[in-house]
Nanobody, 126 residues
Framework: QVQLVESGGGLVQPGGSLTLSCAAS????????MGWFRQAPGKEREGVSS????????YYADSVKGRFTISRDSAKKTVYLQMNSLKPEDTAVYYC???????????????????WGQGSQVTVSS
């Protein structure tokens, strides 16, 4: 049974940092691109970052470039999202997702992703 479980969300002050983790089970990360999405109240789900398992190439939304870093540990089947310099507008539920492809992603349409986690709330507020 394929499962993605996020952890690491919480409340942080503006300018602070958080690291989200996504533990995968039921499949290996080989040939799967892993992505992080977020959805704020009243807004559409947006792709934040992804990482290809074929060559490690990464994608970042313009809104998070230079502040967020995605990484993976294939042995642990875990993907991470290090978030620095957090802003109130980063507040959202963050979702981990998996897409069966070896092609490096240059965009992140939610509809192509095959599996999703349950989400982890990140709140940036003073």
């Amino acid at each position: 049974q394929v499962q993605l479980v996020e952890s690491g969300g919480g409340l942080v002050q503006p300018g602070g940092s958080l690291t989200l983790s996504c533990a995968a089970s039921g499949f290996t990360l080989r040939n799967w691109a892993m992505g992080w999405f977020r959805q704020a109240p009243g807004k559409e789900r947006e792709g934040v970052s992804s990482i290809s398992n074929s060559d490690g190439s990464t994608y970042y939304a313009d809104s998070v470039k230079g502040r967020f870093t995605i990484s993976r540990d294939s042995a642990k089947k875990t993907v991470y999202l290090q978030m620095n310099s957090l802003k109130p507008e980063d507040t959202a539920v963050y979702y981990c997702a998996a897409y069966y492809t070896i092609v490096p992603l240059t965009e992140m349409p939610p509809n192509v992703f095959d599996y999703w986690g349950q989400g982890s709330q990140v709140t940036v507020s003073s």
